[in-house]
């Protein structure tokens, strides 16, 4: 598989803080790749820098390059919103609209004109079709999206990223809030997605990074420490560190 990102001496401070330290990584396209690590090293922050919602946080100083099909993110040419669009965000608790299950996946299109009116039918279907929620919600689509399920609501919000057409799915502890049952759903939903997208999955959860990524990375401390194959990382890890890790012995 090819590279869709490219990330090369990624450093990022919060003001004084230097919380991303000369971070290198290439995420294989329409591949699973999960981050795991002790909270507070550092995974969120580069989940975030890949659409750059970090321009959002006052203070905020980055270096480095990242690359999205060969096309620097925090160039002068890139457009913060058209990457937001390409590289979508799911969030530990799902975030739908206060408005109705339609309207909650006809919003995107609607606010970037990818669709004319007689066309929004056929895209919320498919789009609900994409996430295995169209024969649950089918009869429900002037329902309030506030009163799905949690697993219900965080599939919608990955349904409206299909209905914008990303290409990149960043999803921060996308299963946290869910139950174990619900947890395993959206890990085959995962899985089931990877066909059509490129997904980064930061977990603090490492059986589930081993369940469903091609690859892993292990941060630590700002630090990106080791990066590989999900097998050789939890089974051959190079580093004492990534093995201390995974073993245990601290985390």
């Known amino acids: ?7 090369e001496r990624l450093n990022l401070w919060y003001g004084a803080f230097h919380a991303l330290i000369d971070v290198g990584l290439s995420v294989r396209e329409k591949a699973i790749t999960s981050l795991i690590g002790p909270s507070g090293c550092g995974k969120s922050t580069l989940l975030r820098c890949l659409n750059r919602m970090n321009d959002l946080i006052d203070d905020v100083r980055i270096e480095g390059s990242v690359r999205i099909d060969g096309q620097d993110i925090y160039a002068g040419t890139s457009a913060p919103t058209a990457l937001r669009k390409k590289v979508g965000m799911v969030f530990q608790r799902p975030n739908p609209f206060p408005l109705s299950v339609y309207e909650n996946i006809a919003f995107g299109p609607k606010v970037h ?3 004319k009116a007689d066309e929004m039918d056929d895209i919320v279907e498919d789009s609900l079709k994409a ?5 649950e ?10 009163a799905l399920s949690l697993e219900q609501k965080q599939r919608l919000c990955i349904a409206r990223l299909a209905a914008v057409r990303s290409e990149v799915l960043l999803m ?6 869910l139950d174990p049952l619900a947890t395993l759903r959206i890990e085959e939903l995962m899985r089931y997605l990877r066909s059509d997208y490129t997904i980064l999955i930061v977990t603090h959860n490492m059986q589930q990074a081993a369940r469903v990524s091609d690859d ?3 941060m630590l401390l700002g630090e990106l420490i080791e990066f590989g194959r999900t097998t050789d990382i939890f089974t051959r890890p190079q580093d004492k560190r990534t093995e201390d ?4 012995r601290f985390g």
């Open 113 to 115: 004109h990818l669709a």
């Open 1 to 7: 598989m090819s590279a869709k990102i490219k990330v």
């Open 245 to 248: 890790y995974i073993t245990g």
């Open 216 to 218: 892993t990375g292990f």
């Open 172 to 177: 921060d502890e996308p299963c946290s809030a």
């Open 137 to 146: 919600l089918k009869d429900r689509l002037d329902e309030n999206a506030l």
């Open 131 to 135: 996430v295995h929620l169209w024969d």
